[in-house]
């Protein structure tokens, strides 16, 4: 990163969601080395206290995104400590593994609450105070829309990114930038996908089989907030970073992917209430 954009962190008052491990603790550790201030919030208090330490003894709460009310509070302990804020990341989300009609109607629930109505909470709590020309919210969401059996991620992630682009227009006039962060499959704890809490291997071919080091992650978000970026990528070799290469990907013929899908989805009892016709006849055949 150029030396400017790095200028461009030093004194920034940053907070960041789902920083007590993985990419959240990661970024706020570099972004604490390039001279910003950071906030945290999380779920596990212990974990965030180590991140804190890293950070230069940085504030942090305990806080659960789907409680509207604690993410306010939150917001305005942090913004207190912190003197202010500058940027906002809407990094905290889940990965659940969820087949739509064989899995579990409270998985789809969970993953709106915490990936959209969370991701929600978190610009509302932040709008007043990032409402100003150096204002900055970024939105990490996910490029993975077009893997198999991840319905109800893809769902819920895309939720949230178009929560950042009409967020983006609102806060416009005031000078605001809000950003989307599109990131592959990163080498942290919720890489693997399973049903009923089982972990399985990855479709051979999927972006799950490709898997980039959480560092590709932090680099490229630390670069989007430098630079206020509307659009960011992560590994910039992912399907879907733009129009074009999204719908090549929609045409492309996914024979592996869909193989391996099935054989997947095999291994589940999938119930229905669908009358299947005996084999050989067509159904209705003989009614008068």
Not at 83 to 99: I, K, R, S, W
Not at 184 to 204: M, N
């Amino acid at each position: 990163m150029s030396r400017t954009l790095e200028e461009n962190l030093v004194g920034r008052r940053v907070l960041i969601t789902g920083s007590a491990r993985g990419i959240g603790a990661g970024l706020a550790r570099r972004l604490h080395e390039r001279g910003a201030r950071v906030g945290l919030l999380g779920l596990e208090p212990e974990l965030l206290e180590q991140t804190a330490t890293t950070c230069g003894r940085a504030p942090w709460r305990r806080c659960d995104i789907r409680d509207r009310r604690a993410v306010e509070d939150s917001f305005d302990y942090l913004t207190d400590q912190l003197g202010g804020l500058d940027v906002v990341v809407a990094n905290a989300g889940v990965t659940p593994p969820a087949h739509i009609v064989a899995g579990d109607p409270e998985v789809m629930r969970y993953a709106i609450e915490v990936n959209v109505l969370g991701t929600y909470h978190t610009l509302r709590a932040a709008g007043p105070y990032i409402g100003h020309r150096n204002g900055y919210a970024l939105v990490v969401a996910s490029s993975t829309a077009f893997d198999p059996l991840r319905g109800v991620h893809s769902a819920t992630r895309g939720g949230a990114e178009e929560l950042g682009e009409a967020l983006r227009e609102e806060l416009k006039p005031l000078g605001t930038q809000v950003g989307i962060a599109r990131l592959g499959e990163i080498d942290t704890d919720r890489t693997l996908i399973g049903f009923d809490g089982a972990a399985v291997p990855a479709p051979r071919g999927s972006a799950l089989a490709r898997t980039s080091s959480i560092t590709v992650a932090i680099d490229a978000l630390e670069r989007g907030i430098a630079g206020r970026k509307n659009r960011i990528s992560a590994p910039s070799r992912v399907p879907g970073s733009d129009s074009v290469r999204m719908l090549a990907l929609r045409a492309l013929p996914l024979r592996g992917i869909a193989s391996r899908a099935t054989e997947m989805t095999r291994s589940i009892e999938l119930r229905t209430h669908a009358t299947v016709p005996a084999r050989g006849r067509v159904q209705g055949e003989g009614a008068a």
